[in-house]
């Protein structure tokens, strides 16, 4: 390190550093009421939703006419992934997804991009295609959502006018961003009339709404100007409710009616309704509150609550205002969770340092943990970095870990006090001996995280957190270890009783000598020691077999999703019918404190990694809140076994928890792609049956199939055009009898109510009399339908999944409890080789839902491993300057995963991708040891020790940092080992950590005696002035 000696200087320049520990401990203590609270890192969702409209066109008319052009031009936008389309009759929709590894500070670029590109190709569109639609915020988080209710009698309208007010307040709480509506009904006027009637009395349907469209215009009336000013003139008259409405006079065959008079005119709720939202049974509008980016949601929560109060004091008789979603309360909750762990981590670490260490000692330690803390808080406030789940758990990992530079310090001096050093020459010799090992060790254990906080994806996004919190933590752990611990050291220590004459004296104990002889017997039986090694590494590579595999594990939240599909084509009623027993159930639960449910399309983005559902009217999701996530298993047990039973035999119906991490959807799933939809729902199918097969798949299905029921219109050409009609009248006067025409809008308030016209329910829910509908020509002369057409009974598709242009179909499930979703897909995926041998070109299969993104987000980290595997090896040789004992480290590296393995096994915890990290930071901290001890061998070598005693005696001595640093990060894992999230990742910590303490003490000694040729007796090799001395490696 050159002549310097930072902690002489540290102890020699005392107020100074007593000055900076003090400021630094504050600093700390104000940045952690500073940093933001999250109950998940965010993490950037690269998906926006593109759709279109085109009233009469059938699925495969959206698909060919409609998607396909505006999917050419998305395939041409740079960091394009895939794009996902579903048409259904009259609409299509496109979830535009960019690549994983797409920056996130592109991504608002390219939804823009996808606006204009979009944008421009709308004139190769067909004519009447109204669109596209953008929505670009789609990843907007419902942090905070509340529910509008009423009681029985209050209408829609009364509750979308009070959520106007609410939203008007809500904006002005600071840090609100944005405030969502869910569910609202906007009102309609209903025209209803009978199409008999009319034409009785010689009325056209076009009359009425030419009528109606005149006496609501809009015309200008000119001003009056004078000398002095403009005067406008307003013509009174317009359309301003109802009554209005059904007092428009109507003129027909010299005759004038009252339009109140030949049809009803009454206003409602749109009927069919397309999207419904209830709490409890009751009729809701949902509330969704966006927080600003950036802004802390601890503070948005107090500020939301004091205004919530006010306005629920306010609210109308009768209204009620209920908070589902409060994920203010939820992050207090689990940041405080994660904090009593961290507390408890913390008593582990610093009960380790006094039982250890003694009391004085561990004093030191204890000082320097809360100084090492203080510091990385005040970095990480520095750089942005919110206290959530990932940087929470990096803190407790951190723990175990940033202890070991102060421990190797202080027991350093400690050594060399006993030895008969002096205070201040035993701190200067920590920083001579020790220090740069220690940075190098530093270095090379945060290197371990690399991968997770360089890697470009989803993934390492939301887990990135890990390796930033990690190395700063270690870094400035060296730091204080380096300089503020010697100070604490000469404050502190006690007054050891000196060994004059044999430095090894202290080292002449009862343990140390049973240490010494293990040792010495490893050395001499260095073959076998290595090859015993070996084939314990061989068998935990053969027990990963053993062990489940899991990207991310279920969230400990207490939200039961209930999802209800209903056969595509089914009519809205018939889903919300299926609703409603789904309802029955969660109401009689005495486990279920509330719920809530949305029909015709998802619930709200209420957490990031929820992925809401796009509007369907066969679709439904019932959100229930149990008391606890103890009570939500026993709720999703009790919810199956009553779905399993035939409770709602005319849906499919999924219950399932959340989970952590970016949403997957069924965690089980295969694609089936190919050109021609007829092929691919017959490849669909012969998937499912293989899934079906295996025991271990629950509620296989797929995301569509069933063909809907259509009736075909085969126009007479000749007949209609000796009437003077065209297919685009009949056409249009179907849809104005039978769904409805809007003919003009009223303008209530800031709101425009449309009037619909359309036949009465007797006529147009009747599908018996479809053949005596009357066509009204342009004479006047009306025509039953049954005289122009002829009607054909048969099916069509009610939906068409494709992506990226091709048709594809998803055969999906859920597992059995207690089973991993990648070893079920690892399970299926042989089952379907004969499938996938006979594909017809064209087609093909491929695995989706957790080995899809499992397999993403290790692609990511693969193409890091190489740098982190460069970095590693690039300080490692810094400081050993050897090729020999180069290898040397390296080899000790993947020894963790027996333990890892072996603990995982034991415990019953599946392999993920938190697992992975954890295993990967296990090489880190193994060759951190093995490099200190083969530092040390370099050290006792250049001193003219002979081989065969130094390295049995820098075993001896490494031996007590090695096992308190181990034990320390070991027992640290313990609170955590208990979490969800951090639970499997803790255990193969703990696991490897144990096995590798041994490795360290007895196999890397063994391996160096092999590796450079050890011989018991053999002289010492002297040392130059520049070179270490040491034996040549064998190989050379």
């Given at each position: 390190m050159g002549r310097f000696n930072?902690?002489?200087?540290?102890?020699?320049?005392?107020?100074?550093?007593l000055f900076l520990m003090i400021l630094l401990s504050f600093g700390g203590v104000l940045s952690y009421f500073n940093l933001g609270r999250a109950e998940e890192p965010d993490f950037t969702v690269k998906i926006m939703i593109v759709s279109a409209q085109w009233p009469g066109a059938t699925a495969e008319e959206m698909q060919r006419q409609v998607a396909d052009p505006i999917e050419k031009v998305l395939q041409e936008i740079p960091h394009f992934d895939k794009v996902k389309t579903y048409s259904r009759p009259g609409s299509t929709f496109m979830q535009v997804q960019f690549k994983d590894d797409t920056p996130p500070k592109d991504v608002p670029a390219l939804f823009l991009r996808v606006r204009d590109r979009v944008s421009d190709a709308r004139a190769s569109l067909p004519a009447g295609v109204i669109g596209p639609f953008f929505n670009d915020d789609f990843a907007d988080v419902s942090s905070t959502l509340y529910m509008l209710t009423g009681d029985e009698g209050v209408s829609a309208r009364t509750l979308k006018d009070e959520a106007e007010d609410i939203r008007q307040q809500l904006l002005r709480v600071p840090d609100v961003a944005k405030v969502l509506f869910f569910g609202e009904q906007d009102d309609r006027i209903y025209v209803e009339f009978s199409h008999t009637k009319l034409a009785t009395l010689g009325i056209t349907p076009d009359q009425i709404f030419a009528s109606v469209a005149?006496?609501?215009a809009v015309a200008p009336a000119g001003r009056f100007e004078s000398n002095a000013d403009q005067i406008y003139l307003r013509v009174d008259g317009a359309l301003d409710g109802e009554k209005a409405v059904a007092d428009v006079p109507i003129s027909a065959g010299g005759r004038q009616f009252r339009l109140g008079d030949i049809a009803t005119v009454h206003r409602g709720p749109p009927d069919p309704p397309t999207?419904?939202?209830?709490?409890?049974?009751?009729p809701a509008?949902?509330?969704?509150?966006?927080?600003?980016k950036g802004a802390n949601i601890l503070d948005l929560g107090e500020n939301l609550h004091s205004t919530i109060d006010h306005i629920r004091a306010d609210l109308p008789a009768g209204l009620e205002l209920i908070q589902i979603a409060d994920q203010p309360k939820i992050v207090e909750e689990s940041v405080g969770e994660f904090v009593r762990v961290f507390m408890e981590a913390l008593v582990i670490v610093l009960g380790v340092s006094f039982l250890s260490l003694g009391i004085r000692t561990g004093i030191v330690v204890a000082f320097a943990v809360p100084l090492v803390l203080a510091i990385t808080i005040m970095i990480m406030d520095f750089m942005g970095l919110s206290l959530q789940r990932v940087t929470l758990g990096a803190l407790i990992i951190a723990l175990g870990l940033l202890v070991d530079d102060a421990i190797i310090a202080v027991e350093m001096m400690v050594v060399k006090m006993e030895q008969g050093f002096d205070r201040i020459a035993a701190a200067s010799y920590a920083w001579t001996s020790t220090a740069f090992p220690m940075l190098t060790g530093t270095l090379v254990t945060a290197a371990g995280f690399m991968p997770v906080g360089l890697s470009q994806s989803s993934t390492s996004e939301y887990a990135g957190g890990i390796f930033w919190v990690v190395a700063i933590a270690l870094l400035v752990s060296w730091v204080v270890a380096v300089v503020f611990t010697p100070y604490l050291g000469v404050k502190l220590l006690p007054n050891f009783k000196a060994h004059h004459g044999d430095p090894n004296a202290v080292y002449d104990t009862r343990v140390y000598r049973a240490l010494r002889r293990v040792v010495a017997w490893c050395v001499r039986h260095r073959i076998v020691v290595v090859l015993a090694t070996l084939a314990l590494f061989a068998s935990a590579i053969f027990s990963m077999r053993f062990v489940q595999q899991q990207f991310f594990p279920t969230s400990a939240r207490p939200e039961v999703i209930i999802e209800v599909a209903t056969p595509l084509g089914s009519a809205f009623g018939t889903t919300d019918a299926a609703v409603r027993k789904i309802e029955k159930l969660v109401a009689a639960d005495d486990e279920v404190e509330t719920y809530t449910s949305y029909i015709g399309s998802g619930a709200p983005r209420w957490m990031l990694g929820f992925n809401p559902e796009l509007p369907k009217e066969s679709y439904g999701v019932v959100i229930a809140y149990a008391k606890d996530f103890h009570a939500r298993d026993r709720v999703i047990e009790r919810l199956r076994a009553e779905v399993g039973d035939g409770a709602v035999p005319e849906a499919t119906v999924r219950v399932s928890e959340l989970v952590f991490g970016p949403p997957v959807g069924y965690p089980v799933q295969f694609r089936v792609i190919g050109p021609d939809p007829i092929e691919v729902r017959h490849i669909a199918g012969a998937v499912r049956k293989v899934m079906e097969a295996n025991p271990n798949t629950r509620d296989v299905n797929l995301d569509w199939n069933e063909q809907a029921k259509s009736i075909r219109i085969e126009l007479d050409q000749d007949r209609i055009r000796a009437l003077g009609l065209t297919p685009a009248d009949i056409g249009s006067t179907l849809q104005t009898l039978l769904s409805g025409t809007t003919v003009t809008q009223v303008?209530?308030?800031?709101?425009?109510?449309?009037?619909?016209?359309?036949?009465?329910?007797?006529?147009?829910?009747d599908l018996r009399k479809l053949r005596d509908l009357t066509i009204t020509t342009r004479d006047g002369i009306a025509v039953p339908l049954s005289q122009v057409a002829k009607a054909d009974f048969g099916f069509e598709e009610p939906i068409l999944w494709r992506q990226n242009r091709d048709m594809v179909i998803t055969v999906r499930s859920d597992v059995m409890a207690g089973l991993q979703p990648p070893d079920v897909s690892a399970q299926i995926e042989p089952a379907l080789k004969p499938i996938i041998e006979a594909l017809p070109m064209g087609y093909r299969i491929e695995a989706g839902g957790s080995v899809e993104e499992s397999a993403k987000a290790n692609t990511a980290l693969?193409?890091?491993f190489p740098i982190m595997v460069a970095v590693m090896l690039l300080f490692i040789m810094i400081q050993v300057q050897s090729f020999g004992r180069l290898f040397l480290v390296i080899a000790t590296a993947p020894l963790g995963l027996i333990g890892a393995v072996y603990g995982l096994i034991l415990f019953d915890r599946p392999f993920g991708f938190v697992t992975l990290l954890g295993v990967l930071s296990l090489a880190g901290m193994i060759m951190r040891n093995t490099l200190i001890l083969v530092d040390q061998i370099k050290h006792d070598l250049d001193a003219g020790v002979a081989p065969f005693e130094a390295v049995i005696g820098s075993t001896v001595r490494r031996a007590r940092p090695v096992v308190l640093t181990a034990a320390a990060a070991i027992l640290a894992m313990i609170p955590l080992s208990q979490?969800?999230?951090?639970?499997?990742?803790?255990?193969?910590?703990?696991?490897?950590?144990?096995?590798?303490?041994?490795?360290?003490?007895?196999?890397?000694?063994a391996l160096y005696a092999l590796c450079f040729r050890v011989r018991e007796g053999a002289a010492p090799?002297?040392?130059?002035?520049?070179?270490?001395?040491?034996?040549?490696?064998a190989a050379e």
């Open positions: 930072l902690s002489h200087w540290a102890v020699t320049h005392q107020p100074l550093v005149r006496q609501n999207y419904l939202v209830r709490q409890q049974g009751v509008l949902g509330i969704g509150v966006v927080m600003a303008r209530d308030g800031i709101e425009l109510v449309d009037v619909v016209a359309r036949a009465v329910p007797e006529e147009r829910l693969a193409k890091i979490n969800i999230f951090w639970g499997p990742m803790a255990v193969s910590i703990m696991g490897g950590l144990t096995v590798a303490t041994l490795l360290t003490l007895f196999f890397v000694p090799v002297a040392a130059t002035s520049n070179v270490a001395a040491e034996p040549r490696l």
